[in-house]
């Protein structure tokens, strides 16, 4: 027998705790997530959440800033929403116990690539997604929400076109259960892991892109994936993000031969958008020869650099790096799925019943790139939006796409292995990475077609099969939108088509059957 919901969260990052806890109040929740609680980006989270409530500052500069790192691309209305929210929802997370760093009694604003201000708030100085994650995790538990811990999702049911409830797995013992609920809502985050070299956790596997585009919603922008400048590349160190609030602390980045760079790239240096900062690096990293290049934050006040990123500075001592003395080696990591599950500005999909908010929906925010520290804003802006819409109107969708294409049909190859999670990763770095073009876009987009006719209902149906055939899904997304765009735009690079070009001034959309 299914257990009945009024509301369904699946995940339980920020997107999926803060929706579960406006939702109390208005019916019966249940929060399904396929690790421990907190295992998710959003524990991760270093610089910060991004809001405009510095003396100089205002929503306009915000939206500004917001429509200039998407690339034209951005949806204004979806941003304008966005941007203007921002103070309302910092206060809500204030209430739910979020200690935002202050100092002489004003909170604490910190700088990050592309923003024209101060406008970054932060906890626990480089701790930010690990406080907001112990805050709403703890209040989730102590109130009457159910938390049904390493449950996946494995598909969003549909009854003559409503979404209304799903099908899943116990992670410890495979055994399928079923939920049933008024309101489902996808918050299950990204798709870092993807690729091989991935800031992200091992559950960001794209899971929800994957069950969104099964049921039939419409998936939007996922060629644009960021890769973040700056992760620790030490050998046999776990990749570790080093926040672009240390390049916006004053921190700069030199090559092999110890110069500078980035101002030859760029006039905002250290601080122009992540894709021109990844690229540059992966050129000076071709050009010297080597797989790094190096942070430098030692001309620095020691004392405030630790202060300041106190959890950057314990896990690079932890391995022998003292980076208050020593340059730190870095290189790029995929990080964030700009693209996802397409919503309206309620966070609605295009299928009645079904909502999604967080990492894993396309609400149009961020374009073709997004602003640093915008993504933990647009999860907490459009979750509250998700639960205001479901007591306006029940079950209701967004428009359709009138654009929207299908994925070319899978075949399996005759006897061809199932390919694993190592393979998916490899093939994405090298082929659907930073660099992209033609040529290995469609070799990818070939295999990873195969791997999803092979992957497909197939494996022993427990947590790590369900994930490699929904990475062989939205990898196959990523690489066909990536192949379809002959542009350059935003975090989107190919070398065969450079430049940007009006045509494609446009979305790619996918859903299944169109
Ligand atoms: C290292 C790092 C640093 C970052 N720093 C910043 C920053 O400073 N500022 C900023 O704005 N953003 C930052 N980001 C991005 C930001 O953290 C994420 O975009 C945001 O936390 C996403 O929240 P979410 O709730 O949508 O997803 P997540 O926090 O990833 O949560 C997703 C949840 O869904 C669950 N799930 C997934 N699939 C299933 C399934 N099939 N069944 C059940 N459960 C499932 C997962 O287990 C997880 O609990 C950073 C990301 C990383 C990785």
Redesign the pocket.
Known sequence: MAQRFDYLI????????YAALLARAHGSVCV????S??????????????AAVGRDDGPDLHLKDTIEAGAGLVDEEAARILVEAAADRIHDLVDFGVPFDSADGEVSLGR?AAHSRNR?L?AGGDS??AHI?LSLSGLARLSRITIKEY????DIVVEEGRATGVR?IDTRTNLADRFDAGAVVL????C?QLYRVS???D???G??VA?GYRAGAEIRDMEFIQF?PTALRMPGVPI??I???VRGEGGVLRNARGERFMPRYDDRAELAPRDVVARAIVREMAETGSDAVYLDVTHLDAARVSARFPQIYRYCLDHGLDITTESIPVSPAA??MMGGVRTNTWGETTVRGLYA?????CTGVHGANRL????????VVFAKRVVQRTLERDGEAAAASPEARALPDATAHEGAPMPDRAAVQSLMWEKVGIVRDAAGLAEAAARLGAWRATTAGRGDGDRAS?ELA?MALAGALVADAALVREESRGAHYRTDFPEPRDEWRRHIVYRKGA
């Not at 609680?37 to 991004?50: H, L, P, S, V, W």
């Not at 449950?151 to 494995?154: H, L, N, S, T």
């Not at 640093?372 to 999860?379: D, K, V, W």
């Open positions: 699946i995940g339980s990052g920020i997107a999926g705790l399904l997530t396929k690790g609680i907190d295992e998710c980006n959003t524990k991760y989270a270093q610089g910060g959440i991004a990050e970054i932060h930010t997604g994650e449950v996946q999702v494995e899943a918050a299950t985050g990204g870092g800031t992200n956790p559950v960001a596997t899971d929800g069950l973040h570790f993000l926040s672009e609030a990080h964030y908010c967080g990492e894993v929906a640093a520290s915008n993504s933990l804003l647009e999860t369900h929904n």
